[in-house]
Structure formats: C-alpha cells, structure tokens
C-alpha cells in the first residue's frame, strides 16, 4: 500500500496525572477525509487525549503531528490557528451573550488573534455578522440567535458550541461528546451534520458514548481502556473485538 | 437618541464653559486635577476590564511626569514633542514588561505591580542625580503649545480636559469594537476564547500598554501644570485614590471613573474644615458604595433610566 499522508498522527502519547496513567502510550494516525471515532468507558481518557491534542495539556511522553508538523507543546491557541479547533463535553458557551455574539464572538476570537492594529476593525465586525448568519443557519440556530445563550435547551447549547467551532473555520474538528443529552431526532441531526461538514472538507474526531452512533457515521475506531488503546478499526472489527467486548463488560449488547 | 444628543451637547457646553462663568483660580484649579484624575482614572478602568488590577498605575503617572519633566528640562525639547514622548515611553515600558507580569492573574498580579510601582517610586527617590530624589524638582517649565505659552490654571484646564476626553473615546472605543468584544470574551471564559484561536497574552499585554500611554500623558500634564514634582504624588496611595473613584463611579464602563471623579476629587476640599474626619469620611464613602452601589453611579443612573425612561 502507498504511504498515505496523515492528516492528524499521535505516536506514543502519555499523559500521567501523578501516578495514575490518563492517556497510556497512544499511537494512531487519521487520514484526511475519514470520520475518525473514540470510544471508551468513562474515565478511559478521551477527554484527556483531546487535552493533549489541542495544547490543554502538555504530554508526559510523545508526540502529535498534524498535516505533517509537529504540534506538541503548542499552546491552545496555537492549534486553534493550526486549524485543531475542539468542542467541549460540558457546555462551553458565552453564556450572557446572544446566540448571534457567541457566534460573532467565536470568528473575532480567530480573525483578531493578537490584536495587530488601532482600528475599530469596522469591517471585521461585518464580516463576523455574515459569517454567523450563514453557520447558524447551517445549524438551524437562526430562529433562537436573539436569546441569550444560557437561555437555550442543553442539546441547543451544545450545538452552539459546534456553531462557535465552526466560525473559526476549522480544518479538524474534535467534538467531545456532542449527542450526550441530545433527543434521537437531535442526534439523527447531528448525523446529517457530519455529513454535511465532511462535505465542506472539514474532518472530524468523535468522542461519544453513543456507542450506535459511532459505528453508524464513523470509518474508523479507537477504543480506549484505561488510558490504553486497546482496538483500532473499521466499525465491524471492533464490533467483534473481544477486548472492546470486555472492556464493556455488558458484553455484545452494548456494541451491536 | 434626541434626548441623549442634547444631553451630550450641555455636557460638552457645561465642560467647556463652566471655567468662563466661574472665574475663580482655586476651583479651576480643582477642574485641572478632576481633568487629570479622569484620564488615569479612565486608563485603570481599561485595566479592570480586563480582570487585572495594576497597582502600578500611579508610579506609571510618575514616569510620564519625570520623562516630559527632564526631556524639557535637559534635553530642551519642546513640551510638544516631551507630551507624546511622556505616553510613549510609559506604553513601550508596559509593553516590554508586560509579557512577564501579565502571564499572572489576580492577586499575584496584584503584588507584583505593586512591587513595580514600589520600585519605581524608591528610583525616583534614591537616584537623587536624575531625579532629584525626595526634594523632587522644582521650576518645570510651563507647558507651551504652537507658540503659546500655557499659564493660567484655565489654559491647564482645557488641555487636561482635552486628554480626558480623548481618553474617554478611547476606552469607550476599544470596548464598543470587534476588540472589546474579544477583551469582554477573554474576561469571561479565557480557555473557552483561547480554545477559539485568540492569543490572551498580546490582548493583555496592548491593554496595559494603551492604558500606559494615556497615565504618562496625564502625568506630563501634571508635571508641566504643577511645576514641581516630588515622589510621594505616586505612591500606592494615589493608586487608591484611582481605585476608589472606579469603584463608586462604576467599573463597568469608562463613564464610572468620569462620574467618580467629579465627585471625589473635590472631596478632600469640601471636607478641610474635619481634616480629622478626612479619611473616615472617604472611608463611610466607600462603604456605602460597595454596600448599597455594587455597580457605582453609573449603575444607579442606569436603574433609574430603566424606571424612569423606558
Ligand atoms: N486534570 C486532571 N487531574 C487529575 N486527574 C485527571 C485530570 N483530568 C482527568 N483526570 C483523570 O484521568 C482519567 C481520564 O479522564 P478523562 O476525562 O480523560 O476520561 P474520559 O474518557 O473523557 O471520561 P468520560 O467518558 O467520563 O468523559 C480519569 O481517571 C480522570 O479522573
Ligand atoms: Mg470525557
């Protein structure tokens, strides 16, 4: 097989929080175009990996490349620029502002990255409006974007929070559990929307416990334990993994 | 929209013509340092925007007085360029300083500006060559502007009022813009904006340096009014006076410090008479804000706008 150029490569990944083992020497690669999937029981570190990913936390041992450079010890807001931009598990919103600011917020955050000249930015500002007219209107958050963003249903919010990602034009989205408290036609949504994502050339990392949803969107999966990554494949070689089956100890019920 | 034109345009005619009506040195004296309390009052505002106290503030003030004082003095600069070089200097001195002092949050920022100022006020004290050490330097020159020499306590007045003004646009410029919309993100959720791409760090560290360069213009102004500078004028203690005319004026917007300092600054006059009761009364003041005015004057003023005009 031909060298494939990965999009996102972690080699040997470890993160310790004192004695205890978060992320376990991790090592995967993502290739550009592919949806890629974490999964794993609560406590496995996938959150953490996504720390690690996106300069939250520095690593213990490791590396992580991204288009080809290496990113590690990078600062947030670095990859952020990069084009790593991540969604968080709780909600993390502007929670005083409108749904259209946070929106707004979200472009100006990336636009205006470090501030570069003595103007009003008059026209960033247009733009800004612009640009989130169009995201939320992709995400069916134009008719609540007046109300304030804490006033918002949980799924919505989270939503939000993938509205605010994309405002800053994201080469690789890490969404971290993006359908947990989501209704089944809320998560039917925002599986149309990764389709509707990859088809603007934007990939996507998955961290879910909707284990159902995974294997329906994803073409890849890494299944963590204990900060280990115990499998990595195609949806239908982890479905029949006997270690993932394990490691869910319910046993083939829950993957199925 | 009428309503508040009008009330801009007798704003501007009462700042502008009161000094023509009331010809009385003493209170145009008193209009001079109000003038001048606005602008660093507004600048430290800038700073509490952001979440980050700089105790610094008033030994900034010191440096833009001494800087405009011995360009003048030594160099024999004109007082028109020494003004702008004053706001410089102290803005390319925050803006060197401040990567290191602003990577810390709250109170360690806190003490370490007021170490700074410390610092800053024992340089003035003990480098006597310079500075003139605690005797201070007498006999600054007047300023004097396009020929003209400045004088008269009124002619001070106009330009202190001047560079409060501009200061006052300037603060409510940044917070109106897409800027201001990125600093108000940064105060409230820092990991959240910077998961978003911003870099804290630059956005802090050109808000110390704005808010620098407007303090070191008030200073020259002071130096240049005054005619005698002396270290003790910026010490922690003229910090608090700047910290306590936001917190009842309203540290929400550059407009609380402006109403602050109207009110306090000519506060220590009306009270001469109970010198004793100076410090109490400056004290009960400041109680009674925190207690019942957690948003200073201007949220009163707001509340009463939301009943009175809807
Ligand atoms: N900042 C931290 N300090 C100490 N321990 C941490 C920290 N962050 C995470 N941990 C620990 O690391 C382990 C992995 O946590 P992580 O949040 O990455 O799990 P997760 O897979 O995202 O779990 P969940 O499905 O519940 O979100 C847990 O045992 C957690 O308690
Ligand atoms: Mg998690």
Redesign the interface.
């Known amino acids: 097989m031909a060298p494939v150029t990965q999009l996102l490569e972690v080699t040997g990944l470890s993160k310790r929080f004192r004695g205890l083992r978060a992320v376990d020497d991790v090592s995967f690669g993502m290739a550009k175009g592919e949806l890629f999937g974490i999964i794993g029981p609560n406590g496995a570190g996938k959150t953490t990996l996504f720390n690690l990913i996106?300069g939250?936390l520095s690593p213990t041992a490791g590396e992580i490349r991204f288009r080809g450079d290496a990113i590690t010890g990078l600062?947030?807001?670095?990859v952020?620029?990069r084009g790593i931009?991540?969604t968080?598990q709780a909600t993390?919103?502007?929670?005083?502002?409108s749904v259209r600011?946070n929106v707004?917020?979200?472009y100006?955050?990336?636009t205006?990255?470090?501030?570069a000249r003595l103007t009003?930015?008059?026209a960033?500002?247009q733009a800004?409006d612009a640009e989130a007219g169009e995201i939320l209107e992709l995400l069916e958050l134009d008719r609540v974007s007046a109300q304030y963003a804490r006033e918002l249903p949980y799924g919505s919010q989270k939503l939000l929070g993938v509205a605010?990602?994309l405002?800053?034009r994201p080469r690789l989205l890490l969404m971290d559990e993006p359908a947990a408290g989501l209704n089944p036609s809320e998560t039917r949504a925002l599986a149309a929307l990764f389709q509707r994502l990859r088809g603007r050339g934007i990939d996507i990392v998955l961290v879910e416990h909707d284990v159902r949803l995974v294997m329906s969107v994803c073409d890849r999966i890494l299944v963590l334990n204990y900060g280990r990554a115990i499998a990595l494949g195609r949806p239908d070689e982890i479905r029949t993994d006997p270690q993932v089956i394990e490691a869910y100890l319910g046993g083939a019920d829950d993957i199925a | 929209m009428r309503l508040r034109n009008a009330a801009l345009v007798a704003i501007v005619a009462v700042a502008v013509g009161w000094p023509f009506v009331v010809e009385n040195r003493y209170i145009t004296h008193i209009g001079v340092l109000m003038a001048i309390s606005i602008s660093t009052s507004v600048s430290l505002n800038m700073m509490l925007r952001i979440g980050q106290l700089s105790i610094a503030q008033a030994a900034f003030m010191g440096l833009g007085a001494y800087t405009s004082t011995l360009l003048v003095m030594r160099l024999g600069l004109p007082f028109l360029l020494a003004f702008p070089a004053s706001g410089l200097l102290v803005a390319a001195f925050a803006a060197v300083i401040g990567p290191i002092f602003l990577r810390v949050k709250g109170v360690y920022f806190v003490l370490l500006t007021f170490a700074l100022g410390e610092g800053i006020v024992l340089v003035f004290q003990e480098w006597v060559s310079l500075f003139g050490g605690n005797n201070g330097i007498h006999s600054i020159p007047k300023a004097s502007l396009f020929g003209m020499t400045l004088v008269s306590p009124r002619s001070y007045y106009f330009l202190a009022l001047a560079l409060a003004a501009v200061t006052f646009l300037a603060a409510v410029?940044i917070f109106?813009?897409?800027?201001g919309?990125?600093l108000?993100?940064l105060n409230?959720?820092e990991?959240?904006?910077?998961?978003?791409?911003?870099?804290?760090l630059?956005?802090r560290v050109?808000v110390f340096a704005v808010a620098g360069f407007f303090t070191g213009l008030a200073g020259s102004v002071y130096a240049h009014y005054t005619g005698f500078l002396s270290p003790d004028a910026f010490t922690f203690w003229s910090l608090v006076d700047m910290l306590v005319i936001n917190v009842i004026g309203g540290i929400g917007s550059p407009l609380g410090p402006v109403l602050g300092a109207i009110l306090l600054v000519p506060l220590p006059e009306l009270l001469r008479d109970v010198r004793q009761y100076q410090m109490l009364s400056y004290g009960l003041l400041l109680l009674t804000a925190v207690l019942f005015l957690p948003s200073g004057i201007v949220g009163l003023l707001r509340k009463l706008q939301r009943r009175w005009l809807p």
């Open positions: 996106t939250t600062k947030p807001d670095a952020a620029r931009v991540r968080f993390t919103i502007f929670r005083d502002a600011d707004r917020r979200a100006l955050l990336r205006l990255h470090q501030p009003v930015y008059r960033e500002l800004a605010m990602a405002a800053t | 410029g109106r813009s897409a800027v919309a990125v108000d993100s409230e959720n990991p959240l904006s910077q998961s978003l791409g911003v870099n804290p630059s956005y050109a």
